[in-house]
Nanobody
Framework: QVQLVESGGGLVQAGGSLRLSCAAS?????MGWYRQAPGKQREYVAH???????NYADSVKGRFTISRDNAKNTVYLQMNSLKPEDTAVYYC???????????WGQGTQVTVSS
């Protein structure tokens, strides 16, 4: 099990930017983000491997950028050109593979007003 602590999030107007951070208790291969909007299932957003390979959901491609600092076991999600439909609770996740997380962050609210 890995412990994850998130920071960032908040309220922003459409077109604005936010940055999320997530620090892990140890080194782990895949780190990334999921999100859950009210009344919807949790969905994948993006992830990055220890080697720097990245992948994004189509809905955020070109607007969000994921990065990590392996020395700090920390992953970042830079969110630009935010849209109201990006409003959700964002959860950090980490695991050997991102589809089978060994830990989840506590969640951080991102609200984009129109």
């Amino acid at each position: 099990q890995v412990q994850l602590v998130e920071s960032g999030g908040g309220l922003v107007q459409a077109g604005g930017s936010l940055r999320l951070s997530c620090a892990a208790s140890g080194s782990i291969n895949a780190m990334g983000w999921y999100r859950q909007a009210p009344g919807k299932q949790r969905e994948y957003v993006a992830h990055i491997t220890r080697g720097g390979n990245t992948n994004y959901a189509d809905s955020v491609k070109g607007r969000f950028t994921i990065s990590r600092d392996n020395a700090k076991n920390t992953v970042y999600l830079q969110m630009n050109s935010l849209k109201p439909e990006d409003t959700a609770v964002y959860y950090c996740a980490a695991g050997v593979v991102i589809t089978v997380p060994r830990g989840w962050g506590q969640g951080t609210q991102v609200t984009v007003s129109s």
